[in-house]
């Protein structure tokens, strides 16, 4: 099975061979998806009956720059898990929209690849993800999917731009953040060749969103629960 | 803490009821994508985030509208250029929807700059309504050949996403002046990326140099936009010492900024004398 990945996944990493998204689709796919998705529900009072070993641990982003950085790591591990199942899924892609989604996948895990190392020691954990909800062998819900991580990203990248202390990191984030911008907009051109920027056809801007905003719809996706409460606000 | 900071922390503090309105219709709007009512509700948006905000009484106000005015120059340019070409009908007309909604937003880009530099207390003085797009006949017409027309779309595009990140830090000192200019720079990658694959390229800056197709000196005009795009070191970081993804594709995954300067030289012949 990993020789097929490996074949699919270019420029794989050891831990990603480790991680193999096939399998992990699989094991998120059955009981433990269950499990999980019941804790990770929302339902508080069922989370808090369940004994403290159960309840997952929180992944605590941390505090100033650090936080933000952490943050950004934590949705490029989101997009480069999501796109690494992608390529490695028949979801019924042309090649010219696989040639896409690879292009979409390497991204992403640069940019992961990039955080974990900038953050070193303070870098979050490898998170584990749940896309059940997801049908990987309908390209529609995918590029649905896809479409609401990359404009998530715009919005994220952008919201948190007033939040960095740091100038130089405030160009990094701006220097990543344009190339969600056009993932998001070549998605939506796979999904609707005639469409037209229609979510802020009236204003010309972009979304920007708070760390709150976005965990809140990226939370869903992601099995352990992120802390943001460290994270600095204004 | 600085002076500026404190004067954010003040801003923040003492958010005005209007702030707060806009910011609430703005998450309401998220929630409720593609209604009417969104789409209203956002037409009226940028100009009250901006008159909504405190009188500034930033350290760098000046160093701020030079920022603004710079933005509004190129803004201008690109409204000028898509409108010309809509009234010229060069684009296609399957593209034609596309381009109208890019000059839409490019309108709303310079409405909502001429206004906060006018609410600042700025003025437009020296920033060109007049272009000339053959940059005095350097070039043939943009609007009477599709393909160079969409080529010299494309470069405005890409220079006004490395443009706004240039000026990113300088506007740093204030966090809705901040925000909004990252807002309109994501759109106009959202553009490019459009125009890009209209012309059968990746979304995604894959040139190092000029683009190719309409002679050397075009080629060479637009060098200065793509010259730095193979950088893989952010931060002091060089990704490809950290990742197994193939050189072109890290070169993909950032966009490079550009200077004030460097731009100025990209936009200046488009200047009608």
Redesign the interface.
């Known amino acids: 099975m990993s020789k097929t990945v490996n074949f699919k996944v ?4 050891p831990q990603d061979r480790l991680n193999n998204p096939r399998r992990s689709f699989l094991k998120f796919g059955g009981a433990t998806l269950a499990t999980a998705g019941l804790v990770m529900s929302g339902c508080k009072e069922i989370y808090d009956f369940l004994p403290k070993q159960l309840q997952p641990d929180k992944v605590k982003l941390g505090s100033g720059d650090t936080g933000i950085l952490n943050y950004a790591y934590a949705l490029e591990q989101l997009e480069a898990a999501f796109y690494t199942l992608v390529i490695a899924t028949d979801c019924g892609f042309t090649d010219h929209e696989y040639r896409v989604m690879e ?1 979409l996948q ?6 992961r ?2 955080f ?3 953050l070193g020691n303070k870098a979050i954990e490898d998170l584990t993800f749940d896309f059940s909800d997801v049908n990987f062998l309908d390209k529609e819900s995918v590029l649905a999917t896809a479409k609401t991580f990359e404009n998530l990203g ?2 994220a ?3 948190a ?2 939040l960095l202390e740091s ?6 984030a ?13 998605i939506l ?1 796979l999904m609707d060749p ?1 469409s ?14 708070s760390p709150a ?1 976005v965990l809140e719809a990226a939370q869903p996706f992601i099995i352990n629960k992120i802390d943001a409460s460290d994270l600095p606000t ?1 | 803490m600085n002076i500026i900071k404190l004067f954010d922390s003040f801003n923040i503090e003492h958010k005005s009821e209007e702030e707060v309105d806009v910011y609430m219709s703005r998450k309401e709007a998220f929630r409720k994508i593609g209604s009417l009512a969104k789409k209203m509700t956002l037409a009226s948006l940028p100009l009250a985030a901006f008159t909504a905000m405190p009188k500034m009484a930033f350290a760098s106000g000046h160093e701020v509208l030079d920022v603004l005015k710079f933005a509004l120059t190129l803004e201008r340019l690109e409204y000028d250029y898509y409108q010309k070409g809509l009234d010229a009908g060069v684009i296609m007309g399957e593209d034609t929807g596309l381009f109208m909604a890019i000059r839409d937003h490019e309108m709303a880009h310079v409405k909502l700059l001429e206004e906060t530099i006018n609410a600042l207390g700025g003025n437009l003085d020296g920033v060109a309504s007049q272009f000339d797009f053959t940059a005095g006949g350097a070039f043939p017409s943009p609007f009477e050949n599709y393909h160079l027309f969409l080529a010299l779309s494309q470069a405005f595009e890409d220079t006004g996403v490395k443009a706004y990140k240039g000026q990113a830090p300088n506007l740093k000192d204030n966090d809705t002046l901040l925000t909004v200019a990252l807002q309109i720079h994501s759109v106009e990658a959202r553009h490019a990326a459009r125009i890009r694959r209209l012309r059968n390229r990746k979304g995604w800056i894959t040139e190092a140099e000029g683009i190719e197709g309409f002679g050397g000196t075009f080629k060479m005009a637009t060098n200065p936009i793509y010259a730095n795009e193979n950088n893989t070191t952010h931060a002091g970081l060089d990704v490809l010492t950290v990742t197994d993804v193939e050189q072109d594709a890290v070169q993909e995954a950032w966009d490079e900024f550009l200077s004030k300067e460097t731009v100025l030289e990209i936009a200046t012949p488009f200047v009608a004398q």
């Open positions: 270019k420029g794989s990493r292009d390497q991204h992403e895990v640069a940019h690849d990039f974990k190392a900038a715009v919005g990248y952008n919201g731009g007033k100038a130089d990191l405030l160009v990094v701006g220097k990543i953040v344009s190339v969600e911008a056009r993932h998001a907009a070549v051109e005639d037209t920027f229609v979510e802020f056809i009236s204003d010309g801007l972009d979304w920007a969103l905003e204004a």
